[in-house]
Nanobody, 126 residues
Framework: QVQLVESGGGLVQAGGSLRLSCAAS????????TAWFRQAPGKEREFVAAISRSGGSTRYADSVKGRFTISKDNAKNTVYLQMNSLKPEDTAVYYC???????????????????WGQGTQVTVSS
């Protein structure tokens, strides 16, 4: 099993920045890719960004390209999501997810991910 714990959420003004962290524990060697999803109130959960185990492949939702950056520190078993130029529409609960089987291009479907964290709230005020 793999456990994922997100941190770094909070309240920020529009135009500001936040960095989310996703720390993995357990059988982390089984993780082939890690992604961030988000769910705004009253909306479906949506894909944000993903990164492969090696870090050599990344993928972003069009809505965050150029503003968000996903990265990882394998020594710490941690994946980060640097979020810049935040907008009120970025307000959501952000979830970290991990999959055991790498697909290229990286999957944007939540059904492909095997493990999920509890989420961290990000609120962007206008």
């Amino acid at each position: 099993q793999v456990q994922l714990v997100e941190s770094g959420g909070g309240l920020v003004q529009a135009g500001g920045s936040l960095r989310l962290s996703c720390a993995a524990s357990g059988r982390t060697f089984t993780i082939d890719a890690t992604a961030w999803f988000r769910q705004a109130p009253g909306k479906e959960r949506e894909f944000v960004a993903a990164i492969s185990r090696s870090g050599g492949s990344t993928r972003y939702a069009d809505s965050v390209k150029g503003r968000f950056t996903i990265s990882k520190d394998n020594a710490k078993n941690t994946v980060y999501l640097q979020m810049n130029s935040l907008k009120p529409e970025d307000t959501a609960v952000y979830y970290c997810a991990a999959e055991r089987t790498l697909t290229l291009p990286l999957s944007t479907s939540e059904g492909e991910y095997d493990y999920w964290g509890q989420g961290t709230q990000v609120t962007v005020s206008s």
